[in-house]
T-cell receptor, first 114, second 114 residues
Framework: AQSVTQLDSQVPVFEEAPVELRCNYSSSVSVYLFWYVQYPNQGLQLLLKYLSGSTLVESINGFEAEFNKSQTSFHLRKPSVHISDTAEYFCAVRSSGGYQKVTFGTGTKLQVIP | DGGITQSPKYLFRKEGQNVTLSCEQNLNHDAMYWYRQDPGQGLRLIYYSQIVNDFQKGDIAEGYSVSREKKESFPLTVTSAQKNPTAFYLC?????????????FGSGTQLSVL
């Protein structure tokens, strides 16, 4: 069984300030890790993913996430947020073998304050 | 452009009525999924299908039914047995044997009870 925990349901942050959205996971097998973003009344879009190799992965719009195996974490960070980053962010895990069920966290709403 | 189309965008259900949500994809993906999204609960898996004419229950299948007669289509029926159907429903697809790949999502259907 696998699970994902996003402890923060909402994170308000001022524009141009840094932000960290936390994600912890548990799994008995190897997993791949994903962050998805959802804008209001839309589906989810992939933000970034960790498959293997370098533990630090980056997106094209300035977000980065670091895979920490010992702490089973995959926190999402951005050094300076913009108003357009206001959205809900979901962490997800997918098993690397067998039927690759995708498990999502409960989401974190990022609200950027002007 | 390839993608997933969900319709309608908004749907209203009367008491005791069955309603069907449409999901069509032209990505040539074998695997398709239905998720239910409620505020603060993230995405919960209703049904999934890894191949045509085959589907499996997810974590919250009670009160729902699906069919997979064509590769590109995976309609979801919300039956009268589902007592709390108000939610945002998301359809997704991917390749079942490629766990490194992301899920592609539709733009969702908001179902409300009259």
């Amino acid at each position: 069984a696998q699970s994902v925990t996003q402890l923060d349901s909402q994170v308000p942050v001022f524009e141009e300030a840094p932000v960290e959205l936390r994600c912890n996971y548990s799994s008995s097998v190897s997993v791949y890790l994903f962050w998805y973003v959802q804008y209001p009344n839309q589906g989810l879009q992939l933000l970034l993913k960790y498959l293997s190799g370098s533990t630090l992965v980056e997106s094209i719009n300035g977000f980065e996430a670091e895979f920490n195996k010992s702490q089973t974490s995959f926190h999402l960070r951005k050094p300076s947020v913009h108003i357009s980053d206001t959205a809900e962010y979901f962490c997800a895990v997918r098993s690397s073998g067998g039927y690759q069920k995708v498990t999502f966290g409960t989401g974190t709403k990022l609200q950027v304050i002007p | 452009d390839g993608g997933i189309t969900q319709s309608p965008k908004y749907l209203f259900r009367k008491e005791g009525q069955n309603v069907t949500l449409s999901c069509e994809q032209n990505l040539n993906h074998d695997a398709m999924y239905w998720y239910r999204q409620d505020p603060g609960q993230g995405l919960r898996l209703i049904y999934y299908s890894q191949i045509v004419n085959d589907f499996q229950k997810g974590d919250i299948a009670e009160g729902y039914s699906v069919s997979r007669e064509k590769k590109e289509s995976f309609p979801l029926t919300v039956t009268s047995a589902q007592k709390n159907p108000t939610a945002f429903y998301l359809c997704a697809s991917t390749e079942p044997d490629r766990p490194r790949e992301k899920l592609f999502f539709g733009s969702g259907t908001q179902l409300s009870v009259l």
